[in-house]
């Protein structure tokens, strides 16, 4: 069974240097991918590599 990462919203907004509400702002607007599990976010080590991606590649353009 292969195991699966997952973070909470303050664990991404600590990796990305960014404040906890951006990162809900992100959620919500579609831009990043996450679960709701209760009252709160997870965040796949997936997604979020692929809005880091997303993100610097947008910035090149």
Do not use: C, P
């Not at 240097?17 to 809900?24: A, P």
């Not at 209760?38 to 910035?59: E, H, M, P």
């Amino acid at each position: 069974m292969s195991e699966y990462k997952f973070y909470t919203v303050a664990e991404v907004a600590e990796i990305l240097q960014v404040h906890w509400q951006s990162v809900l702002n992100y959620i919500k607007s579609g831009k990043l991918k996450a679960v709701k599990l209760g009252k709160g976010y997870r965040i796949s080590a997936t997604s979020l590599s692929k809005f880091i991606s997303d993100s610097t590649k947008r910035k090149k353009q």
